[in-house]
């Protein structure tokens, strides 16, 4: 909300510095979100009064102007303009003044003739885009005044987010009221302007049957308007406050809604027929709104209608077809309370925000209904003519939230707010409006009735605190047990460590990415109200966002990227659920050219060991079980993740189109771990350390290509019996000196007894025991 | 000439050749193979001592001194030589792996942690240490948890100004982290205990607003703390001492009187500009202030809403924004680094 200072100074006579008011609102709970000064006034242009004109004697077209500007003497001007006389007043520029253009005054001589100044037009002064000569003030004007200040150009707008609570603070009158209680300056009453009554123009015929959503409504009929556009000042105040000039009777009822926070409607009384009703509206009646949209409305919309249609959407926005336009003679303005939660729903319900809904959904000062409709009816008639009606009246206004009290517990505010109050903090509170009643620890306050925020005892508790202010609150830390609180989850810290880049990315996607991974649609979810298409479903795989990386990173000059992410996946299953998973992609480069090795494209065994890797930190290991059928990825290269008999995850080579679909012609391998399946890490046991020296041997098989490491490191264990501590894979080779359809794998094992050492025949006993079970169980032979 | 002086000048030519032969052996197996070729057991001074049977029972000892005398020669000559030769040959070795030292090591690739993730971890740390407990909550929640329960009822201005994502059943991407004061507040009373209670809740939260200064998935954190006796001097205490942790020096602090309807009182919190120190700059618009989180006493309403007396019972609660206080604290100038995910970023960032 734009909030023009002068409006405030209207209210109350503010004495402190924009900064010094500033600080105040702030304290008071109103933010200032900046400062902006649209007119600064120009220091230095004087109120001057010609006292005598004559010809300059070198150049026709210019004047030699004897000027009283207040000095001691008068100053000689020349002057290229012909509108002013002898006796006009008119803005003097004098030595040293810069003007807005820029343009700075220095004394000179124009054709020979000596020039102390310079008579200013309009536009010099920055005032209007063009002018067509000087400037004439008017007589009044006092002599040696700096023109700015007798016309009160300096402004200085305030920028104020004011808070939804805070419906009676939209208004001119409403912040200067909660800030001249705060600084103690006197608030200006507001009384009701009179009016004079045309006993010939008839009062609107008015029904309302609205309840509590409507408890008051004012309607006055004004006939024989002349209208015009409002006149220049309005029309700078409300570009100052924020608001387009329309025509002059509206611009008069935004301007009294801008300062007294009561926003009222017109109608153009001779579109309308019969007499107003305030009612609920019939399910499926329809009205063009003054914006040109047609509503449907629901039985739960208010609405302001004549005999034969709706007028207006109460509270919200008036019909294009009973608006007022620059044909209109006669109106009937409307001035009422709307109940905040019937406006509320009405603009949620129709998508419609106006400043008359933020108002009045925030709740207004009943107390304004009245004086609203006297002051823009004044204002109307002062500025276009006309005759007005008496009231049309349903309601009475100081009736509506009137009375309410709350009980408090003086000790209870001081605890909430951990300082004690003092007997000024009261006295702002009753300049606030509120009525207060001590009694001991007792405190009763009579809230007033624009304060529709204060209901409760810990409401009083606020408006100790904002007046009071945080800072004299002391800054006190508890006391806490230590609880048996675990750490940090570290799964992505451990993934980080092997070396993978962590990323975060949105959890939508495009429903198109979710089926590269993700065969059937039945578990999307897919939001209502997407950003946009790309971003429509919740994600139920962590790899589209990572693709989506890989391809912002390596269309960026990256060789290979090797990230990891941490994060949920989203899926209507019997129920919605979230699993954090945990995910990796790796492409490109796993290795790049150093002076000690050449560059390697990834592999499926660079992702695999990032996730073992991960697992044995926590001393989990993982079984991988080929999978051809895992969607989006490339038979042969791909595998479940299994745990005991869960399979917790899955891991392969991204699909050749897939990974095209993301512009990415290199090697992509991904894996996806369920955080959620897994178990929790195991604790290390003790075990003693060896005492006698372990044995190693290679054995080096011929086996086909069909038998898997996995397979032939069992059958070894098993073979090995209790002293066989320890097998792996060292060697796989297939090419030249390998027959077809065989590979070569070497195993070495590790044997040792932890009593004794083992002798040489013990071993290679062992060995051959080894040997037969893997002829036997994997048909391969020893090299 | 006698058989003495014969062998005499026996010895003295084997002399003669033996320390040309240690002066010419160019290595250690050399060396060795003159050691043997002169004292060996049929090396050469053994060939020559056959003669000494010849010798006069008078000479011998004579000769046995001069044969004493040349053994010691000889030995030492050898191991001079012997000593010169490893010098040498660790010189040639050392030599021989002589390494650029300016080549690049060979380095594991370092990975990196978001900063969003550091940001995350500090945080929590913090509150940690002071002994709140981590609590967690689902990010697909339900109008209850997410506004009614925490006192913004259907009709209230607040709800339109949280740009909800919505799903097709009326569920939706909660906005904040709040919703977890619910849970947790239920979940402790559902397992039978009481206040006091002090939760920090990290977490992801959505609002459908996508610009320069708006991410629709953004994290927060939030802290609050249920018991008897808790003020506002203690929502002051706690902010002071996790900010001061957080930016690693003592910055000052305003609270100033907002609203949200989840609190009552409401209080924006402010530091000093990290940037300006206060002075005014571009980044706190000349104010010297920084807005950084929302905070206040926790609403009465809330309380009942999770059947805690809110008679005997008060408490104060939070949200910070994560990525805001990534943000200054590092002198990172624009939000969407954070989810751009380039690598370059991540990395300069990344610990």
Redesign the interface.
């Known amino acids: 909300m734009k909030m023009p200072l002068s409006w405030l100074k209207k209210q109350a006579p503010f004495r402190a510095s924009v900064e010094e008011m500033t600080d105040a609102l702030?304290?008071?709970?109103h933010?200032v979100?900046?400062v902006e000064r649209p007119r600064h006034a120009v220091r230095g242009v004087r109120v001057g009064r010609i006292l005598a004109k004559r010809p300059h004697p070198n150049a026709d077209r210019l004047s030699l102007l004897e000027i009283d500007v207040g000095a001691e003497a008068p100053l000689s001007i020349v002057c290229g303009a012909r509108n002013m006389d002898v006796g006009d007043k008119v803005p003097v520029a004098t030595v040293g003044t810069e003007l807005p253009g820029g343009l700075k005054i220095k004394k000179g001589k124009i054709r020979g003739e000596a020039s102390h100044g310079m008579c200013c037009s309009e536009a010099e002064l920055g005032l209007a885009e063009h002018a067509d000569g000087l400037m004439i003030l008017p007589p009044d004007a006092p002599v040696g005044m700096e023109v700015g200040e007798w016309l009160e150009l300096e402004e200085a707008v305030l920028e104020l987010s004011i808070?939804?609570?805070?419906g009676d603070c939209m208004s001119a009158r409403g912040l200067a009221r909660d800030l001249a209680a705060d600084m103690d300056v006197p608030l200006a009453a507001a009384v009701a302007p009179a009016i004079a009554v045309d006993a010939q123009t008839r009062a609107p015929g008015l029904a309302v049957d609205a309840g509590a959503d409507c408890p008051c409504y004012l309607a006055r009929r004004i006939e024989g308007v002349r209208l015009g556009a409002a006149p220049a000042w309005m029309r700078r105040g409300l570009r100052d406050a924020g608001m387009r000039a329309v025509n002059g009777i509206v611009d008069v009822l935004n301007y009294t809604m801008l300062f007294l926070g009561q926003p009222m409607h017109a109608f153009d009384a001779d579109k309308l027929s019969g007499a107003l009703q305030v009612r609920y509206a019939r399910k499926g009646e329809r009205f063009v709104a003054l914006d040109g949209r047609e509503l449907t409305l629901t039985d739960e919309d208010l609405v302001i209608a004549d005999e034969r249609k709706v007028v207006a959407l109460a509270g919200i926005i008036g019909s294009m077809d009973s608006a007022v336009d620059e044909r209109t003679t006669n109106l009937v303005l409307e001035s009422a309370y709307f109940a905040?939660?019937r406006i509320?729903?009405a603009r949620?319900h129709h998508g419609l925000v106006t400043e008359a809904s933020?108002r009045f959904?925030?709740g207004v000062d009943p107390a304004m209904v009245e004086v609203a409709m006297a002051q823009a009816s004044r204002t109307i008639l002062d500025l276009f003519g006309g005759r007005a009606s008496e009231l049309a009246r349903h309601g009475d206004a100081h009736a509506i939230n009137a009375g309410r009290t709350i009980h408090c517990r003086l000790s209870a505010i001081e605890?909430?707010?951990?300082?004690a109050l003092d007997s000024r903090a009261d006295a702002v509170l009753r300049r606030m409006g509120f009525h207060l009643r001590r009694d001991g620890d007792r405190l009763e306050v009579e809230v007033p009735p624009f304060r529709h925020?204060v209901a409760?005892p810990?409401?009083m508790?606020?408006e100790y605190?904002?007046i009071i202010g945080?800072?004299r609150?002391?800054?006190?830390?508890?006391t806490?047990?230590?609880?048996a609180?675990a750490?940090?989850d570290d799964a992505?810290?451990a993934?980080?460590?092997?070396?993978?880049?962590?990323?975060?990315?949105?959890?939508?996607i495009a429903p198109e990415e979710q089926r590269h991974f993700v065969r059937d649609s039945a578990g999307d979810?897919?939001?209502?109200?997407?950003?946009s298409d790309a971003?429509r479903v919740?994600r139920r795989s962590l790899w589209p966002g990572l693709l989506r990386?890989a391809r912002?990173?390596l269309n960026?000059q990256?060789n290979g990227?090797?990230?990891?992410e941490q994060?949920?996946i989203?899926e209507r299953r019997e129920e919605?659920s979230?699993r954090p998973m945990l995910a990796w992609l790796m492409a490109g480069e796993a290795v790049q050219d150093?002076?000690?090795a050449k560059a390697r494209m990834v592999d499926f065994f660079d992702i695999k060991g990032q996730v073992d890797g991960w697992l044995s930190a926590r001393r989990l290991s993982a079984r991988w079980q080929a999978d051809d059928d895992s969607m989006g990825l490339q038979p042969g290269q791909a595998a479940r993740i299994v745990l005991g008999k869960r399979c917790v995850g899955r891991a392969g080579k991204v699909a050749r189109e897939v990974a095209q679909s993301y512009g990415l012609d290199l090697p992509v391998y991904v894996a996806e771990l369920d955080l959620s399946a897994l178990p929790p890490a195991k604790r290390p046991r003790f075990t003693p350390l060896p005492e006698f020296p372990a044995v190693q041997r290679d054995l080096v098989f011929l086996c086909g290509r069909e038998v898997r490491a996995e397979e032939l490191l069992r059958v070894v264990m098993r073979a090995g019996g209790r002293l066989l501590q320890e097998a792996r894979v060292f060697d796989v080779y297939q090419g030249q000196g390998i027959p077809e359809g065989k590979v070569s794998i070497g195993v070495r094992i590790l044997l040792r007894d932890a009593a004794r050492t083992l002798t040489q025949e013990e071993c290679d006993r062992l060995c051959d025991t080894v040997v037969a079970a893997v002829a036997e169980q994997c048909d391969g032979a020893l090299r | 000439m006698t058989e003495l002086a014969s062998l005499r000048t026996q010895l003295e030519q084997l002399r003669n050749e033996a320390m040309d032969a240690i002066a010419g052996a160019g290595d250690l197996a050399r060396l060795q193979q003159v050691r043997v070729a002169f004292l060996g057991r049929k090396g050469s001074l053994t060939e020559v001592l056959k003669g000494v049977g010849r010798l006069d029972p008078a000479a011998r000892p004579l000769l046995g001194k001069d044969v004493n005398r040349l053994k010691e020669t000889l030995n030492k000559a050898l191991a001079e030589r012997e000593q010169e030769l490893r010098l040498e040959a660790e010189r040639a070795r050392i030599e021989a792996e002589r390494v650029d030292v300016t080549l690049p090591g060979r380095c594991p690739a370092r990975g990196a942690l978001h900063p969003l993730q550091q940001g995350l971890d500090e945080i929590t740390e913090i509150f940690l240490r002071l002994g709140f407990r981590v609590a967690e909550g689902p990010e697909i929640e339900d109008e209850f948890h997410n506004f009614d329960a925490l006192n913004i009822p259907p009709e209230h201005p607040a709800r339109a100004m949280h740009d909800t994502f919505f799903f097709p059943d009326g569920h939706l991407l909660r906005t904040h982290t709040s919703p977890v004061q619910i849970r947790a507040m239920r979940r402790l009373l559902a397992d039978g205990n009481e206040p006091p209670v002090a939760i920090v809740a990290p977490g992801r939260v959505y609002r459908c607003d996508y610009d320069m200064t708006h991410s629709p998935m953004f994290h927060q954190v939030e802290v609050f703390q249920v018991g008897e006796g808790i003020s506002m001097a203690h929502l002051k205490g706690v902010l002071k001492h996790f900010l001061t942790r957080y930016f690693g020096r003592d910055l000052p602090i305003r609270l100033r009187p907002s609203y949200f309807p989840f609190t009552e009182p409401s209080a924006e919190v402010d530091i000093g500009c990290v940037f300006c120190d206060g002075a005014g700059c571009r980044v706190c618009k000349q104010s010297g202030w920084l807005e950084v989180l929302g905070s206040g006493m926790i609403h009465p309403h809330v309380l009942r809403a999770v059947d805690i007396d809110a008679a005997r019972y008060s408490g104060y609660a939070f949200g910070l924004g994560v990525e805001r206080l990534v943000m200054l604290k590092h002198g990172i100038p624009d939000l969407r680094l954070f989810f751009e995910n380039d690598v370059r970023f991540l990395r300069r960032m990344g610990s």
Do not use: C, K
């Open positions: 702030i304290r008071l709970g933010e979100e900046g808070t939804p609570n805070r905040p939660a509320s729903r949620r933020m959904e925030r605890a909430r707010l951990g300082v925020d409760l810990e409401d508790a606020e605190a904002r945080f800072d609150v002391p800054e006190r830390l508890p806490l047990l230590p609880g609180q750490g940090l992505v810290h993934a980080v460590a092997q070396g993978a880049v962590q990323v975060i990315s949105y959890a939508f979810l897919l939001l209502s109200n997407p950003i971003m919740m990386v912002h990173n960026r990256a990227v090797h990230l990891v994060g949920r989203y919605l979230e150093q002076w000690y």
